[in-house]
């Protein structure tokens, strides 16, 4: 009679023995067998593409639509400053360093961590629960700090979901 060997090192032990179970294969290879290949130059093509989007929903949502908000609303002259042009500039440019930064941080983490996009989901959340908060502890006037946290927080949703379509639009089928 044949028996069928055991997935444990040492198979004649004594059964008060501690068994260690033996290596599993790496998860590296399991991507590799997918046949997808990232390309990085789709990659960076959509982070730009994302910088863009998110300078103009900063200039849009962060000065037209606050503008007219505050036109209709009683809410001083010293919040409708706090959100005025020379600050529109600054929150475009701040907008499309961050979908930048979130391209750099999907590429580290698409060639470094086993479920990059999980990874990816956690960190633009955080960053944008941030960019949310910040403004309400600043010395802002209530209206304008909840104006700035409402475009941080649109800004945020639009990097996120834009990185990650850049990231699944960034495989290719590899050249086997």
């Known amino acids: 009679m044949t028996t069928m060997p055991t997935p444990y090192y040492d198979t004649f032990a004594d059964d008060d023995t501690l068994r260690m179970p033996l290596p599993t294969a790496d998860h590296a290879a399991d991507r590799r067998s997918t046949g997808l290949v990232l390309n990085p130059t789709r990659l960076w093509t959509g982070g730009l593409a994302t910088a863009a989007v998110a300078a103009l929903v900063g200039l849009v949502v962060g000065t037209l639509v606050i503008r007219v908000l505050f036109e209709h ?5 010293s919040a409708a400053h706090a959100v005025g042009a020379g600050n529109a500039g600054l929150l475009c440019l701040f907008a499309a360093v961050a979908a930048l930064a979130a391209t750099g941080v999907a590429h580290l983490l698409l ?13 633009t959340g955080l960053a944008t629960a941030a960019a949310v908060v910040v403004p309400l502890l600043g010395g802002l006037p209530m209206a304008a700090a909840i104006a700035v946290a409402v475009v941080n927080l649109v800004i945020g949703l639009a990097i996120g979901s834009l990185v990650v379509g850049a990231v699944g639009a960034a495989f290719r089928p590899s050249a086997r």
Request: charged share 5%; hydrophobic share 45%.
């Open 73 to 77: 609303a009683p809410v001083g002259a």
């Open 111 to 123: 060639v470094s961590t086993p479920d990059p996009l999980s990874y990816l989901g956690w960190i």
